[in-house]
């Protein structure tokens, strides 16, 4: 599962025994060589998805780890390109890594998604494989953090994988997973919210439109179809289109 650059056991303990800032803050120099960095294949999908959509100006990578989300933007925006993200160590990956010649600049925040010190100034947001480190009760409050800061029209978007099913070991390998994880955050603190079951797809796109996006779904065909002909994986695309409720259009 590791190559000889990623992580040893005792370094995957250590992190799993910290805080999620300071787990990532420990993995941050081995992330990029662990399975938990987003595939290029799934970025370079997500990438092709999105040029129809354009052209863009601005971008933001929520959630940006080591900026493997951010170097996509950068093929896709043309002014600028930010990565906000809560660990110090992931950003300082970031900054060493992603340095395109020419292009827009890249600028790097480090921050909370649930409460986003930046202003509406940007025409796409995207996200790789953040939303297992947040609750369910804690996605309408990131949705309305991500309206506040796109302009009007913007778009949010995310790769959605379609779940296994119980049929397969995928299944009982993310529920082993959630599972333990529920028990070490039962009996440790701080905890490590790392969860791979509760960002269901109906619940999701119901919390964006109350948000104040209309939601549109891209099969990603790179990724093929499962037996009942449905996509593995979907690419969610929400646009800003109206303030959320209690919120001034800005």
């Known amino acids: 599962m590791f190559g000889p650059e990623g992580p040893s056991l005792r370094e995957l303990a250590a992190q799993?025994?910290?805080?999620?800032?300071h787990g990532y803050d420990l993995l941050a120099p081995?992330?990029?060589?662990?399975?938990?960095r987003t595939p290029d294949e799934v970025l370079g999908s997500v990438a092709k998805a999105l040029v129809p959509l354009g052209p863009f100006e601005d971008g933001l990578d929520l959630c940006c780890g080591t900026g493997a989300g951010a170097e996509a933007l950068t093929g896709l925006c043309r002014r600028s390109v930010t990565g906000i993200d809560f660990s110090a160590g992931m950003l300082d990956v970031a900054r060493r890594r992603v340095r395109p010649a020419g292009g827009p600049g890249v600028?790097?925040?480090r921050g909370d998604a649930r409460a986003l010190p930046l202003r509406a100034a940007f025409d796409l947001v995207v996200s790789f494989g953040a939303f297992g480190h947040f609750l369910p009760r804690e996605l309408p409050g990131l949705f309305a953090q991500v309206h506040s800061v796109l302009r009007p029209g913007g778009r949010f978007a995310f790769p959605v994988l379609a779940p296994p099913r119980p049929t397969r070991a995928g299944f009982w390998m993310l529920l082993g997973f959630d599972t333990v994880m529920r028990v070490r955050n039962a009996?440790?603190?701080?905890?490590?919210?790392?969860y791979y079951r509760t960002f269901g797809l109906g619940?999701?796109?119901?919390e964006l439109r109350r948000a104040g996006f209309a939601v549109d779904?891209?099969?990603?065909?790179e990724f093929g179809r499962r037996g009942d002909g449905s996509p593995r994986a979907r690419l969610v695309v929400a646009r800003r289109t109206q303030p959320a409720a209690g919120r001034v259009n800005s």
């Open 16 to 21: 799993a025994l910290s805080s999620v800032e």
């Open 30 to 36: 081995k992330f990029d060589h662990t399975p938990f």
């Open 107 to 109: 600028a790097w925040v």
């Open 187 to 194: 009996l440790w603190r701080p905890p490590f919210v790392m």
């Open 217 to 221: 779904l891209y099969a990603l065909p």
């Open 203 to 206: 619940f999701v796109l119901g």
